[in-house]
């Protein structure tokens, strides 16, 4: 069967520091990987989505990256983060058949000081 | 464009009483639908999708939804609510033939009451 891993948990950064949030998926080939960010336990944003190694598009222009070095492996960065940049970030993963549900990590809960 | 509207910010029903939780939504084709729960600090888990077919869709947890075409909704139901039930619902919509993204709405707080 097919699982998701986010990791870390949680983390507490100062402002202007890096960052990288790391996804991968288990169990499946070639997924379609997405970075999502939720504010204040509501909505989803939708930061960043890739359909293949190297394939990233972008969503909102903002301070963050995503990268996909290998086929189930989803990075988040940023060079210097924003108190803006705080929030719950969750990766999703699905088939490349697409028009089907998604499928969530546990999330990365992501606090800037 | 796509988009999916859930009207209330919060449903508050007593345990054991039936619960319904609305979805409406837009777009140019066919929709693919879905409904997400989240508990606090945790990732969305999958409930229940129409795609074709039967209008009544039957999902996870003793939850159904019913698709209507001419009101263009999807609302999430349950014939008796749990406690356990409380957590933050989000509905979606994906536009077949078209974007193939998915859009959520902004999810509706189910608080059931003991």
């Known amino acids: 069967s097919q699982t998701i891993h986010q990791w870390p948990a949680t983390l507490v950064q100062p402002v202007g520091s890096p960052l990288s949030l790391e996804c991968t998926v288990e169990?499946?080939?070639?997924?379609?990987l997405y970075w999502y960010r939720q504010a204040a336990g509501r909505g989803l944003q939708l930061l960043f989505y890739?359909?293949?190694?190297?394939?990233i598009s972008s969503e909102v222009p903002q301070n963050l990256s995503a990268s996909r070095p290998q086929d189930r492996q989803f990075i988040l960065s940023s060079k210097k983060l924003l108190l803006s940049d705080s929030g719950f970030y969750l990766c999703?993963?699905?088939?490349?058949?697409?028009?089907?549900?998604?499928?969530f990590g546990p999330g990365t809960r992501l606090t800037v000081l | 464009a796509q988009s999916v509207a859930q009207p209330e910010d919060q449903v508050n029903v007593a345990e054991g009483n039936p619960l319904t939780v609305k979805c409406t939504y837009s777009?140019?084709?066919?929709?693919?639908l879905f409904w997400y729960v989240q508990y606090p600090n945790r990732g969305l888990q999958f409930l229940l999708k129409?795609?074709?077919?039967?209008?009544l869709v039957k999902g996870s947890y003793g939850f159904e939804a019913e698709f209507n075409k001419s009101q263009t909704s999807f609302h999430l139901k349950k014939p008796s609510a749990l406690v356990s039930d409380s957590a933050l619902y989000f509905c979606?919509?994906?536009?077949?033939?078209?974007?193939?993204?998915?859009?959520f709405g902004k999810g509706t707080r189910l608080h059931i009451l003991p």
């Open positions: 777009v140019s084709g066919n929709p693919y």
């Open positions: 169990g499946t080939s070639n997924p379609n």
């Open positions: 979606a919509v994906r536009d077949y033939g078209r974007d193939d993204k998915i859009i």
């Open positions: 999703a993963w699905e088939t490349t058949s697409g028009r089907n549900e998604q499928f």
């Open positions: 890739s359909v293949g190694i190297g394939q």
């Open positions: 129409y795609i074709t077919g039967d209008n």
